[in-house]
């Protein structure tokens, strides 16, 4: 893959080609790779190359044609400015997974016992409130962990 910027080697949707050209030398070229997702090669060159921003439905495609599901995690954290609040997932080996999931299943014992004291009584006071924040923040690494192992799966399996 000749004349490759670094702006375009750093770009996620260039480096999902390469890597899956590994295994399929169709997507060694931009031609090939667009020809098999039936899209113009100049619009996937301003893709690779951040000019543009892919359709959802081309988000699919390259997810698909390259085994690289982290692509619509990327664009749905993004590039979609509704999925923008969603937890990010990345793709990381299975052990580190498992063990930020054993980590944050033990916070999840806590944050229970939390909930409970803090909905007792039916009302959230305000001294409460920061304790409610800790909360969401350790629901929010729960989702996270959930994503990227989910992630994990569809790329491994």
């Known amino acids: ?8 080697s750093s770009n996620i949707f260039y480096q999902a080609r390469y890597t899956a050209a590994t295994h399929n030398e169709q997507l060694s070229s931009r031609e090939g790779a667009a020809d098999i997702m039936s899209i113009d090669r100049g619009r996937l060159y301003r893709i690779e190359s951040g000019i543009i921003n892919p359709y959802p439905e081309e988000i699919q495609l390259m997810a698909d044609l390259y085994n690289a599901p982290e692509l619509e995690n990327y664009y749905c954290t993004n590039m979609c400015p ?37 909905t ?38």
């Open 120 to 157: 007792a009584d039916g009302v959230i006071s305000e001294d409460e409130q920061d304790d409610m924040q800790k909360i969401l923040e350790t629901l929010e690494e729960v989702v996270q962990v959930a994503q990227t192992l989910k992630l994990w799966v569809k790329k491994n399996i």
């Open 82 to 118: 509704l999925g923008r609040d969603m937890p990010r997932a990345d793709v990381v080996n299975l052990d580190r997974i498992a063990i930020k999931a054993l980590s944050i299943l033990r916070k999840v014992g806590a944050t229970k016992e939390l909930l409970l004291d803090i």
């Open 1 to 8: 893959m000749a004349n490759i910027t670094t702006k375009t």
